[in-house]
C-alpha cells in the first residue's frame, strides 16, 4: 500500500513563493508516475504538473514558467516549486501516485494513490 502525505501549504500574498513536498511510503517509489493536482472551492480537481519516473514533465498551460515539479527517488520525494502566485491558485493541492509506469500520466482517473490534500490559499 501507498501512502503520501503533503506538506508546505499555506497562505501566502500575491507574488509570493511557496514549496509544496509530498512524502511517500511503501512500495517502489523509483517506479511510481507522481502528479500534484488542485481542486478550487465549486470546481473539478485538476493537473497541475506530473512527471515521470524517469523525469519528463508536464505543466497545465496555466503554471507554466511559475511552477515546477520534480522529484528525489533516494528521499521518496515530490516537490512542487510555486512561484508568483495569484489568487486563481488558491485551492487544496493533492499528490498523487501511480505505480509501475514509465509515462507522464495527466488524467486524475490514472493515479491509483491520493494524499489527504494540502490547502494553499493566495490573498491579493
Known amino acids: 500500500q501507498v501512502r503520501l502525505v503533503e506538506s508546505g501549504g499555506g497562505l501566502v500574498q500575491a507574488g509570493g513563493s511557496l514549496r509544496l513536498s509530498c512524502a511517500a511510503s511503501?512500495?517502489?517509489?523509483?517506479?511510481?508516475?507522481m502528479g500534484w493536482f488542485r481542486q478550487a472551492p465549486g470546481k473539478e480537481r485538476e493537473l497541475v504538473a506530473a512527471i515521470s519516473r524517469g523525469g519528463r514533465t508536464v505543466y497545465a498551460d496555466s503554471v507554466k514558467g511559475r511552477f515546477t515539479i520534480s522529484r528525489d527517488n533516494a528521499k521518496f520525494m515530490m516537490y512542487l516549486q510555486m512561484n508568483n502566485l495569484t489568487p486563481e491558485d488558491t485551492a487544496i493541492y493533492y499528490c498523487?501516485?501511480?505505480?509501475?509506469?514509465?509515462?507522464?500520466?495527466?488524467?486524475?482517473?490514472?493515479?491509483?494513490?491520493w494524499g489527504q490534500g494540502i490547502q494553499v490559499t493566495v490573498s491579493s
Open positions: 498523487a501516485a501511480r505505480p509501475s509506469s514509465s509515462v507522464v500520466e495527466v488524467t486524475t482517473a490514472a493515479y491509483n494513490y
Open positions: 511503501g512500495g517502489t517509489f523509483s517506479s511510481y508516475a
